[in-house]
Every structure is written in structure tokens, then in C-alpha cells.
């Protein structure tokens, strides 16, 4: 991964990193292992508890434990059990020439249309054809935010407040796939995920992006999720995933985090990759998710 998101990955975790560290030197203070603290700061890290004493319990078993292999043992750990879950497909390949929706759905206020924003202007970056689809046709002020992002990024951008999320979503597909886009944005309503109606305005959006797929496209629905929402991410991924099959998550709000553990706990419970963190509010403040950076930033290297 380029020094530039390694560096940003790195700052996000410097709390949380220098809490585990404390931790861990606490562990070998007295004649005895003392290992309450490091229980203590992965819990208020938010790794939770399940992982925490799996951990905890690996220590225990270990005879030859010091100060250097335990931060090893859970470098190993770590990086063995997020690997597992990004088996399949490690990163999300993006080809030019085919055509990539990617749905982004979440709760109000997760970090939606910042996002896409960022997202948008990353693969720009990368020499691909972008498009963004405003498809919460529902608030005015997020088609307005969303706008801004759009041009802030130069992106284009279709939104028409005459017609229902799905008929934009219709239109924006056919546009890309005319136009030869590679990747389609769709911003949708940010919802309650309590809200049945909005629900299945979703489920009708996601219904018309399958029904373009064909040799030449594919597409994915990614959750946003707030990293400072602990259990509340895992609530709404289940809500979530009774209408749409999430393919990937996007951590936002990770910057000056103590909470480092949560993008751990969140992909450990869903079982899901995480596709990218977002560590600020600027439109470069994003970073594709790489496993070794990750735990490296959160236990130093
Ligand atoms: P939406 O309602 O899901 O579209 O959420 P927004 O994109 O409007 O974001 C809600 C708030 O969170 C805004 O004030 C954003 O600036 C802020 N935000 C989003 N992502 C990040 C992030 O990675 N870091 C920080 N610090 N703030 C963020």
C-alpha cells in the first residue's frame, strides 16, 4: 500500500496503539503475569469480548510468553483471523472496460455521502470512469451534499427529484452502461433500519441493478458503518442484510479513534471484508483496507 494511506492508517490508531502498548508492558511489571490490564484496553478498544478472551486464553496456555512474542502472538493472531475472512477476495479488483455498481447503504449520519465522495475521487485517481447516482430523492439537503462532493471531486453526477429513488437508480445504470462508465456510485436514502418502508425502496434499487448485471458488469452493496457505533455496527449489518446481500463494509470515522479493535470485531461477527477505512473528513481521507497495515497501526511495527 502507498506510504500516503499507511500513513494515514497509522495516525487513526495512534491512541489505540499507544493504549495496547501500555497494556502490554503492564503485563510483565510484576513477578507474576498480570494480564487484567490488556483484558481491559482490547474490551475498551472495542475488539470485543468473544475475540478478547480467545486471546486472553492463548496467553494463558503459553508457558514461554515475554514481552516481544505476545505482541507477536497477537500480531499473528490478528492478521490469521482477518485473513481468513478475506479469502475469497482479498481486494476488489476493478477492471476497466467493465462496469462495477456499487450500492452504498447505511443508517443516516454513518458517513454515507462523505464516502462516496471520497470513494468517487480514489478511483478517479486511478484512471477510472466514475459516475455517482443520487438516489435519496427522499431529503433534498443530501441530494445537495451530495452534489457538492460530486463536483468537489469533478465527477459527474445524475439526480432528478421529480422521480422515485429506483427510476434514478434505472436511469444512472443505463447511463453507465452506454456510456461506458466503470464504476457506478449509488447513494441511497439513509434510512432507520427500522424503517420497512425505506427498506424496500432498497430492495427495489438492488432488484434493477441485478437486472442489468450481465458478462461485462458486477455489482456490490457496501454498508457504512460510524467505528465509534461498537455493537450497534453488528445490529445494523443483521437489520440490513435482511434486504440486500452486503458484500463489504466501509469503517468511517476512524481518525483519533482509542476504539482501533471495532474494525476488527465488525468484519470478525459478520464475517464480511472491509473494503476501506475512512479516516477524516477531506476528500483523500480514505484507505483502501489492507490487513497487515492494519494490525501493524494498531501494535506498531
Ligand atoms: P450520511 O448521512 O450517512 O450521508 O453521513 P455524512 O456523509 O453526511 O456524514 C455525517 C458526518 O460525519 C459529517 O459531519 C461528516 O463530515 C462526518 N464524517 C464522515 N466520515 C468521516 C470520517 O471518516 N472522519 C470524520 N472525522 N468525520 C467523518
Redesign the pocket.
Known sequence: MANIFKNLISNAFKKTRENISTAIKSVFNSTSINLDDLEEILLKSDFGYEFTEQILDEIKKNKSINETNLIELLRNNLKDKLAFIHSNDKHLIVEKGRLLIIQII?????????????LANYYKNQGLKVLIASCDTFRAA?NE??STWASKAEIRIIEDFSKDPAAVAFEAIKIAKEEKFDILFI?TA?RLHTNKNLMLELQKIDAISSKFMDNNSSKESWL?V??NSGQNAITQFNEFSKYVKITGIVI?????TSKGGTVFQIAFKNNIPIRF?????GLE??SEFDIDDYVDSLLGK
Not at 252 to 256: C, H, P, V, Y
Request: net charge negative; no cysteine.
Open positions: 447505511g443508517v443516516n449520519g454513518s458517513g454515507k455521502t462523505t464516502s462516496i465522495g471520497k443530501a451534499q451530495l447513494d439513509g457504512i460510524d467505528g468511517t470515522k476512524l481518525d483519533g477505512l475512512g479516516v477524516g473528513e481521507n480514505i
